[in-house]
T-cell receptor, first 112, second 110 residues
Framework: NAGVTQTPKFQVLKTGQSMTLQCAQD?????MSWYRQDPGMGLRLIHY???????DQGEVPNGYNVSRSTTEDFPLRLLSAAPSQTSVYFC???????????FGQGTRLTVV | SQELEQSPQSLIVQEGKNLTINCTSS?????LYWYKQKYGEGLIFLMM?????EEKSHEKITAKLDEKKQQSSLHITASQPSHAGIYLC??????????FGKGTSLLVTP
């Protein structure tokens, strides 16, 4: 029972580098989302998807791109990393937008 | 914007003591979720409340949703070190993803 799998678990980037955070779920969930967690800020929604081919912006989308070519995968791309993007990133999936969300274990990203 | 307000922001309690965490929204909550996060790990689902006045319990943790469905509380009885972590309330305020409060950090001391 894999659930939601995120890779990598840890990453250090230099300012200006690009990278993709991977997220995959095996529960056939239509809804997937990306959050970032910063101290004292809770979880803030970056981007979300309501199905393959459909994505939209959340609360803090600037600096991030997403795509949803399959139901299973929802990668998050940082095109030009900035120190302000140092955070812990969580991917989540759910069967509906208002049902229990299942979370991955997180990716701890540091931008230097 | 944070549409779910959690209080307190942090809590230090002695082992064996009871504690309560609150989650308040200005909007009617049609589904309120409580999650726990151990430090450095992912989120673990605790409970979901949907109906006004609903109350659910699991082991020593009880969650309630008020009649107006705008406030929820999470109560831990006889706290243990295993209860330590960050507690987050979440709600489907938008309909496409859960919105979360800022979390309550709980530390249980011997």
């Amino acid at each position: 029972n894999a659930g939601v799998t995120q890779t990598p678990k840890f990453q250090v980037l230099k300012t200006g580098q690009s990278m993709t955070l991977q997220c995959a779920q095996d529960m056939n969930h239509e809804y997937m989302s990306w959050y970032r967690q910063d101290p004292g800020m809770g979880l803030r929604l970056i981007h979300y998807s309501v199905g393959a081919g459909i994505t939209d912006q959340g609360e803090v989308p600037n600096g991030y791109n997403v795509s949803r070519s399959t139901t299973e995968d929802f990668p998050l791309r940082l095109l030009s990393a900035a120190p302000s993007q140092t955070s812990v990133y969580f991917c989540a999936s759910s069967s509906q937008g208002d049902t229990e969300a299942f979370f991955g274990q997180g990716t701890r990203l540091t931008v230097v | 914007s944070q549409e779910l307000e959690q209080s307190p922001q942090s809590l230090i309690v002695q082992e064996g003591k009871n504690l309560t965490i609150n989650c308040t929204s200005s909007k009617t909550l049609y589904g309120l979720y409580w999650y726990k996060q151990k430090y450095g790990e992912g989120l673990i689902f605790l409970m979901m409340l949907q109906k006004g006045g609903e109350e659910k319990s699991h082991e020593k943790i009880t969650a309630k949703l008020d009649e107006k469905k705008q406030q929820s509380s999470l109560h831990i009885t006889a706290s243990q070190p295993s209860h330590a972590g960050i507690y987050l309330c979440g709600a489907a305020l938008s309909g496409y993803a859960l919105n979360f409060g800022k979390g309550t950090s709980l530390l249980v001391t011997p």
